[in-house]
């Protein structure tokens, strides 16, 4: 007989089960930390940079162009490395018809809807709406449609850390308004930024103790 | 039914059918990735595919990419079958409540 014909103990085997699809789990997911990360950092920085415009008052102000350059290259750059590690972790897999539809219907309403909501600006500027209100509906607007996004993502995929952060930024979203322009968007930095940072740390805890589970088990 | 199905019930072949049970029904993977989810040896891997395999257990289809051969793996309906059967019995044995 041979190691493979031995007959394993139940218990063993369950525990090995449970192990194997938590690694793979943890392997797949990998990349997850590393895009809220770069999420985190965008927000805090780059709304950091917009609340330095007028935020500080007479004290100093960063200019205008530097701090759009700054929150445009940060948001971009993590749009990029979501996009690049989304694409890593599902390399070698062949998507069935059910997940390649919901795949493309979640991706394109990205698109589309922060398209509606910029039109949706226009719309209530061209009714009449002061210009200096897009400053505070534009950041508002966006972020409670990305806290939508996510909230739908955490259904599709059942992930609780993107409902907890979906939850989050719609609740940021419709509360910094309040604070007025230029300190909502301090709120945005500390509070959004800060909420990804710790969610980024809880999924990178997460993800590396789900990976290691069957380095400590048996292996074959 | 308390007998543990001897096809899934050896550590190496129990590992492939979980990971490959987490995939769709329609979804299938390169042997590769499997290989590299699983950090096993290529040779061990596919020794208990091909096992799986004769008992119809694990389908397993080779393609083309341009000139890049790829072999794409996946349970088939009586594999994932096989394997909803196999923890329901290891449950059972534990008298586990799932």
């Known amino acids: 007989m041979t190691a493979d014909d031995e007959r394993p103990d139940p218990a063993e085997m369950l525990a090995l089960m449970k192990d194997q699809q938590r690694s793979i789990e943890g392997q797949r997911g990998a990349f997850v930390p590393l895009i809220l990360l770069s999420w985190g950092v965008a927000w805090l920085i780059g709304f950091g940079a917009l609340w330095l415009i007028d935020g500080p008052g007479d004290a100093f102000s960063l200019p205008i162009w530097i701090a759009a350059a700054v929150f445009i290259a940060l948001l971009v750059g993590a749009g990029v490395l979501s996009t690049v590690f989304g694409i890593r972790s599902s390399r070698g897999l062949r998507t069935g018809k059910d997940a390649a539809f919901v795949g493309l219907v979640y991706g394109q309403a990205w698109w589309v809807g922060s398209l509606a909501i910029f039109a949706l600006g226009q719309a209530l500027v061209f009714n009449g709406m002061d210009v200096d209100i897009l400053r505070i509906f534009y950041p508002s607007a966006y972020i409670f449609f990305a806290g939508l996004m996510y909230v739908m993502a955490a259904a599709i995929w059942k992930a609780i850390p993107m409902l907890i952060l979906g939850g989050w930024s719609i609740l940021v979203s419709v509360l910094a308004p309040f604070a007025g322009y230029p300190t909502q968007h301090l709120v945005y930095a500390l509070a959004g930024g800060g909420g990804f940072l710790i969610v980024a740390l809880w999924s990178w805890i997460w993800t590396r103790r789900a990976r290691r589970r069957l380095s400590l088990g048996t292996r074959s | ?98």
């Open chain 2, 1 to 98: 039914m308390t007998e543990l199905d001897p096809v899934i019930h050896a550590a190496a072949r129990l590992r492939i059918t979980a990971a490959l049970a987490m995939l769709d029904t329609d979804e299938s993977i390169t042997f590769p990735r499997l290989q590299e989810l699983l950090a096993m040896t290529a040779g061990n891997l596919s020794t208990h595919l091909r096992k799986l395999e004769d008992a119809d257990y694990v389908g397993v289809e080779k393609t083309h990419r341009g000139r890049t051969p790829i072999t794409y793996v996946q349970l088939t309906t009586t594999g994932r079958r096989a394997f909803e059967d196999y923890t329901r019995t290891l449950r059972t044995v534990l008298g586990e409540q799932s």
